[in-house]
Each structure stands twice: as C-alpha cells, then as structure tokens.
C-alpha cells in the first residue's frame, strides 16, 4: 500500500528498483512518488523525494526518469510554499531543463508573496531560514518582504550558475521594486507659492525666494524696524490674509521679523 510510505521507505524502495534496473516497476514507481508528493506539507516533495528519487533513475538509466522530471519541473512552476528554495538553488539547478522550471517557480512565488504582503510597506521577515516554510508558517506570508528576504538572496545564490532564464528573475526583481517603490513612496508636500512669489518679484527677493521654496515653512528676517515695517505692508498688499503669519519676535537690536507660511 503505497499510502502508507513515508518518505524514507519511497526512497528505499527506488534503491531497490534501480539496482535491478526493472524498468516497468519504475513507472509505477514514478506514478506513486508523484501522487505521495502532492500532499506533503511536512517535508519538501521536490527537495526530500521527487529530486533524490530523479537521481535514482538517472544513476540506472531507467526511461521513467523523464516523466518524473516533467512532473518534478511541473511541481516547481506552481510556485508552491512548501518548496525549499533556498535549498534547491543550491543542488538542482546543475540541470538547464529544470533550472528553467525553477525560474519560473521563483517568479512565481515572489508574486503570491508579493499579494500576500500588499498591504505592508515593505516589511522585513522576522525567520532566520526561508530555505523551507511550512503551510503553518504561511500565516505570516505578509511578513515576507518578496524582494529582500527572497528574490534577492535566491539570485545572489543562483548568479554563478550558466541559467539562460536568470534574467528573468532579474527583469522581475527590478518590476518588483519599482512596484513597491511607487506603492510605498509617498510624494512629499509642496509648500512652494509661486503665484504670491511673483506678486513679490523684486521687490524683496529673500520674501519671493522664500515663497518659491516647496519645503520652507518658516524664515526669519533680521531687518531695521523700516524694514520690517516693509515687509508686513509687502505682505499685507500682495499676498492677501491668511496665507502667511508675519510677526516681530524679539527685542532691542535683537528683533526679528518671522513669516511663516500657513500651509
């Protein structure tokens, strides 16, 4: 009763398959392992049994190696959360066929956790592994940041290796960011006054440069009491109530002139 295989006991039996190169209990062989896999959530089905059982047969040349690989490259492309990532960056990827499938995976995973985590401003993930996350764990998904804790690391690991499809991890890191960056982000508020700057023109430039900077609220003046005088009629003549606040602040030689603009 294939069923009741653990793990171990799958891979014992692949063993014995191989050994004695019986080319027709591999099919069935391949049609358990595959069907065993699907509802793992304990272990990695790739890294734990689909790949070592691969291995197997390709060390004995059995023809059911083939369909296990598709099966094994179909099985990454769903991007799955019980996938070892990290791991498998690491081992399985010496393979062009499954490398592709692999990166397309990534992709595909990077994505959902990019879903996952929509609402956080690009959180930082409080695991110290993510070369495996179980189903239980996926409760935290939005605590993954999908470009820092796992395309980055994935292709840090993945840059040596001679895979064609690479750059699409990189074309997909690069979309990733530039999402999270407009999403995240915000446009910092415009106080500039160009309309009331023009109205002051010459006639003050300090007062219109203060009026056209976006990010200057507030400026001192340390003018005469003519000068000062000059500014509160400029203000008062040009700009109109309620835009500015213009008040003398101080004493003596000391005394200031204060414009605050009322954004």
């Known amino acids: 009763n294939f069923r009741s295989f653990d793990v171990s006991e799958w891979l014992a039996l692949a063993k014995a398959i191989c050994l004695n190169s019986q080319a027709t209990a591999a099919v069935i062989l391949v049609e358990g392992v595959v069907a065993h896999a ?11 049994l689909m790949h070592p059982v691969l291995q197997l047969l390709r060390s004995a040349s059995l023809p059911a190696a083939a369909e296990l690989e598709a099966s094994l490259c179909a099985e990454l492309e769903k991007g799955r959360n019980n996938i070892a990532w990290m791991d ?21 995973r990077a994505t959902s956790l ?5 609402n956080s401003p690009l959180p ?10 179980g189903a239980s764990s996926m409760s935290n998904a939005s605590a993954v940041c999908p470009l820092l804790d796992f395309m980055a690391p994935l292709l840090a690991q993945l840059c040596s290796k001679d895979i064609p499809e690479l750059s699409n991890v990189e074309s997909a890191l690069m ?4 999402a999270a960056v407009a999403k995240n982000v915000q446009a910092s508020p415009d106080f500039a006054m160009p309309a009331e700057a023009a109205k002051v023109g010459a006639q003050h430039p300090k007062l219109m440069n203060f009026l056209l900077s976006p990010v200057q609220l507030e400026v001192a003046f340390d003018e005469s009491k003519a000068g000062r005088m000059a ?9 109109g109530y309620g835009k500015l606040t ?3 602040s101080g004493c003596g030689h000391s005394r200031t002139l204060v414009v605050r603009k009322a954004g």
């Open 231 to 239: 500014i509160h009629r400029l203000i008062d003549s040009n700009i």
């Open 114 to 118: 990019s879903s996952a985590s929509v």
């Open 124 to 133: 930082r993930s409080h695991w110290a592994d993510l070369d495996f996350a």
């Open 88 to 108: 498998l960056a690491k081992t399985i990827c010496e393979n062009k066929v499954i490398a592709a499938s692999f990166v397309r995976g990534v992709i595909a």
């Open 175 to 178: 979309l990733q960011l530039e």
């Open 246 to 248: 213009h008040v003398s």
């Open 38 to 48: 699907k509802p793992l959530c304990s272990v990695c089905p790739v890294r734990d």
